[in-house]
T-cell receptor, first 114, second 110 residues
């Protein structure tokens, strides 16, 4: 069964450094999302992406964050200058279309900012 | 504002006992409601959605618009049901983003 794949599984970075989290969506899926979960808190929506542009973003998704799908396969989340509070589990999710309803999640990337 | 509330952080039952994981939502329109499950060291996966009205692994959930609830039920819990359960809401005809509840850990004891 096709899966959403995220790399790396764990990333440790120093405060102020840039990180790029990568996601390979399921091949025929058109809608892409990033979510994050700070330890002990709920899963929070960050951004949705469709047709090569952001379709919606949350208040969390400020100027430090960006997303792109540069080569038509990888869907990336970049954090320009990481802060301690960016430490969280980041999940990529994809949907084939909006009517199907089901979002398929990657296994997550644990980001630790020190 | 849309919100999903799961009042129980942890629900612990014995094998064979009935289970009900509570979920309440606030949304003014017609939402789509889902239950996602995360087993130990596995990814989040869809368990149920209210549109399909099906039973998966013995679990059912009915959307009650009057009470704005979407509780997850199973008559006889099994040890393999132990997992983290998330209720989630999506606005229809939108970007498809999900709004999650805080999650409930279900622990089924032998």
């Amino acid at each position: 069964e096709p899966e959403v794949t995220q790399t790396p599984s764990h990333q440790v970075t120093q405060m102020g450094q840039e990180v790029i989290l990568r996601c390979v969506p399921i091949s025929n899926h058109l809608y892409f999302y990033w979510y994050r979960q700070i330890l002990g808190q709920k899963v929070e929506f960050l951004v949705s992406f469709y047709n090569n542009e952001i379709s919606e973003k949350s208040e969390i998704f400020d100027d430090q964050f960006s997303v792109e799908r540069p080569d038509g396969s990888n869907f990336t989340l970049k954090i320009r200058s990481t802060k301690l509070e960016d430490s969280a589990m980041y999940f990529c999710a994809t949907k084939r279309d909006l009517s199907s309803g089901e979002a398929f999640f990657g296994q997550g990337t644990r980001l630790t900012v020190v | 504002a849309q919100r999903v509330t799961q009042p129980e952080k942890l629900l612990s039952v014995f094998k064979g006992a009935p289970v009900e994981l509570k979920c309440n939502y606030s949304y003014s329109g017609s939402p789509e409601l889902f239950w996602y499950v995360q087993y130990s060291r596995q990814r989040l996966q869809l368990l149920l959605r209210h549109i399909s009205r099906e039973s998966i692994k013995g679990f059912t959930a009915d959307l009650n618009k009057g009470e704005t609830s979407f509780h997850l039920k199973k008559p006889f819990a099994q040890e393999e049901d132990s997992a983290m359960y998330y209720c989630a809401l999506s606005r229809s005809s939108n970007t498809g983003k999900l709004i999650f509840g805080q999650g409930t850990t279900l622990q089924v004891k032998p």
